[in-house]
């Protein structure tokens, strides 16, 4: 006869129960081994910021450690979060709820299992410090101007004045940054904050940062994106520095990249459906922003096609699909049953391995983050014998398999010539590298493929997929790499010999011509010159020219360059 001991974890907060079952089965006197139960890793909690926030709630609180799952709860004494998001397994911000007193932070995985802080968080009555420490202004559109406030404390719904006038519309986009929208010539000589719970800040003097310093977005492509995150976007605007931070919706994106001051790139963080500021933020704490400049779009797949539509009852058939809509995160499934190494090559892309199944068809789903799913009722089709279609002939060199890219970096911008090697090549394959396409792609045989490499990328590592005509498609994952100028191993300035692989730094001394290098064995197509142009936007070129290179500056470089102009140079 089986007991049950119902058991309780240690270390929460009181008032907060996380259960679990401990099966002891005892038979004749003697334990029997039964079989084991796996428990995902127990979240764990480093630190807390702040550690206090007012009673009325409302405060953006940062959770760091380790092991937090998506759909985890925060709990604040015995009060849980009205709203936490999971930035990543080492990272969550969660909104304090209504409370009093103090209490320790527990983090609540979904599996159950949870994590407390030994030091507790206060919840203060109505004092909490507010303050202004400066103003900031963008010129918006249709007569208005965005001014932004910086601070401490700031809490949900404040009001605020400008210049004696009351604003109407108000934004909190975190407990240290308030978003305002005023009439074009607002004066900005004094600002008062007051929230709800009485406390209040005054400000006089006026801006506190220099016009020039001050960022500002136009726009943002794509301007629309999944819910889950992790879409590339391209911010385009004015007065942007290196070291400069973006937030959409108070949260922070990832892998920002100031290409240059007019341009950044950046991966969007994880939200919940709807438009969101996008804020930029300079290191010197000016900050330009874009109301409802993107929105978290869910995103309804649509699956067309399957390559190949047969295989094995026993599974591991590699297939490619095909569509529009897919989004990072996607799940695949085959009559039910999750397709194993499923990647989302890009929005009209995944490749996926099918699993075990029984004869006859199956219904083929793509669920993207959010829920919204597409499907092909008999998407597949399940044999007792094998139906993929049998390996190449040996002119195609075998089944289809990417081996590596030559070289494995290039500069962002650059269609940089790349030789990929592997198998089973068939002419018309096509060639993407982060999901954007090759160009002037040639097979040259089954073994081998030459291609250009897009110039739209960021830079990072990225997946190169081959697929040949029909749908079948292999994947090299982080197979290339977009750099930037500024990884190049400098050389001597002013000229010197670069050898194929190689990279050199030289200065653009001024004048119509300029010698730049002698490239013994760099052959016609192979030297990569880049540099920054005046505006700060990285410009690359390709010569033809021959080894030695004594060329017109201004044939490679229209937008003009000035001299002393750092020049970047690689032969691949």
């Known amino acids: 006869m089986m007991k049950e001991v119902l058991c309780y974890a240690v270390g929460v907060a009181e008032g907060v129960t996380v259960r679990r079952r401990l099966a002891v089965v005892v038979?004749?006197?003697?334990?029997?081994?039964?079989?084991?139960?796996?428990?995902?890793?127990?979240?764990?909690?480093?630190?807390?910021?702040?550690?206090?926030?007012?009673?009325?709630?409302?405060?953006?609180?940062?959770?760091?450690?380790?092991?937090?799952?998506?759909?985890?709860?925060?709990?604040?004494?015995?009060?849980?979060?009205?709203?936490?998001?999971?930035?990543?397994?080492?990272?969550?911000?969660?909104?304090?709820?209504?409370?009093?007193?103090?209490?320790?932070?527990?983090?609540?995985?979904?599996?159950?299992?949870?994590?407390?802080?030994?030091?507790?968080?206060?919840?203060?009555?109505?004092?909490?410090?507010?303050?202004?420490?400066?103003?900031?202004?963008?010129?918006?559109?249709?007569?208005?101007?965005?001014?932004?406030?910086?601070?401490?404390?700031?809490?949900?719904n404040p009001s605020v004045t400008i210049g004696g006038i009351t604003v109407t519309s108000?934004?909190?986009?975190?407990?240290?940054?308030?978003?305002?929208?005023?009439?074009?010539?607002?004066?900005?000589?004094?600002?008062?904050?007051?929230?709800?719970?009485?406390?209040?800040?005054?400000?006089?003097?006026?801006?506190?940062?220099?016009?020039?310093?001050?960022?500002?977005?136009?726009?943002?492509?794509?301007?629309?994106?999944?819910?889950?995150?992790?879409?590339?976007?391209?911010?385009?605007?004015?007065?942007?520095?290196p070291g400069a931070t973006v937030l959409f919706g108070g949260q922070p994106a990832t892998n920002v990249v100031v290409v240059g001051m007019t341009s950044i790139t950046a991966v969007t963080p994880a939200s919940t459906a709807g438009p969101v500021t996008v804020l930029v933020s300079n290191a010197a704490g000016s900050v330009g922003g874009l109301n409802s400049a993107f929105t978290y779009t869910l995103t309804a797949p649509v699956l067309s096609a399957i390559a190949p539509s047969t295989g094995f009852t026993g599974g591991g058939t590699a297939v490619t699909l095909t569509g529009t809509g897919f989004t990072p995160g996607a799940t695949v499934t085959f009559g039910g049953l999750a397709a194993s190494n499923v990647s989302v090559v890009s929005s009209t892309q995944i490749v996926a391995t099918t699993p075990p199944g029984t004869v006859g068809s199956a219904v083929v789903l793509v669920t993207n983050p959010g829920g919204l799913i597409s499907g092909l009722a008999s998407g597949f089709t399940y044999s007792a014998t094998s139906t993929v279609p049998p390996t190449p002939p040996a002119s195609t060199g075998g089944a289809l398999s990417v081996a590596s890219v030559s070289p494995s970096s290039g500069p962002v911008g650059v269609a940089t010539l790349v030789t990929i090697t592997g198998q089973g090549f068939l002419p018309g394959a096509i060639v993407t590298m982060g999901g954007l396409p090759a160009t002037s792609v040639t097979v040259i045989s089954g073994t081998?493929?030459?291609?250009?490499?897009?110039?739209?990328?960021?830079?990072?590592?990225?997946?190169?997929?081959?697929?040949?005509?029909?749908?079948?498609g292999a994947v090299l994952p982080n197979g290339y790499t977009f750099t930037t100028p500024g990884s190049s191993t400098p050389a001597p300035s002013g000229g010197g010999a670069l050898t194929p692989g190689s990279s050199g730094l030289f200065v653009f001394r001024g004048g119509s011509n300029v010698a730049l290098v002698t490239a013994s064995g760099c052959a016609p197509g192979r030297l990569v010159l880049w540099a920054t142009d005046p505006k700060g936007q990285w410009v690359g070129y390709i010569p033809t020219a021959p080894a030695v290179i004594n060329l017109s500056w201004d044939a490679l470089f229209p937008s003009g360059i000035p001299a002393g102009t750092p020049i970047y140079a690689r032969c691949t």
């Not at 807390?48 to 940062?62: D, E, N, R």
């Not at 986009?173 to 008062?192: D, N, R």
């Not at 830079?459 to 190169?464: F, I, P």
């Open 27 to 156: 038979a004749f006197a003697a334990l029997m081994l039964m079989p084991s139960t796996a428990f995902a890793d127990q979240p764990v909690i480093g630190t807390v910021a702040p550690t206090s926030g007012p009673t009325t709630g409302g405060t953006l609180v940062t959770i760091t450690g380790s092991g937090f799952v998506n759909g985890a709860s925060v709990v604040f004494g015995n009060a849980y979060s009205p709203l936490v998001t999971v930035v990543s397994p080492t990272q969550i911000v969660a909104t304090t709820p209504v409370g009093s007193g103090v209490g320790n932070v527990t983090v609540i995985n979904p599996d159950g299992t949870a994590a407390t802080t030994s030091y507790p968080f206060t919840f203060t009555n109505g004092t909490s410090p507010v303050s202004i420490t400066g103003l900031s202004q963008v010129t918006g559109s249709a007569g208005t101007a965005t001014v932004y406030i910086t601070g401490t404390g700031f809490l949900p």
């Open 170 to 241: 108000v934004g909190l986009v975190s407990s240290t940054l308030i978003a305002a929208v005023v009439p074009t010539g607002t004066s900005l000589a004094t600002a008062t904050v007051l929230n709800t719970d009485g406390t209040s800040a005054s400000f006089s003097g006026g801006p506190t940062t220099n016009p020039s310093a001050q960022p500002i977005v136009s726009s943002v492509s794509p301007s629309t994106g999944s819910p889950s995150g992790g879409t590339v976007v391209t911010i385009t605007g004015s007065g942007f520095v």
């Open 448 to 472: 081998q493929i030459l291609a250009a490499a897009p110039t739209g990328a960021t830079a990072g590592s990225v997946s190169v997929v081959v697929t040949n005509a029909g749908g079948v």
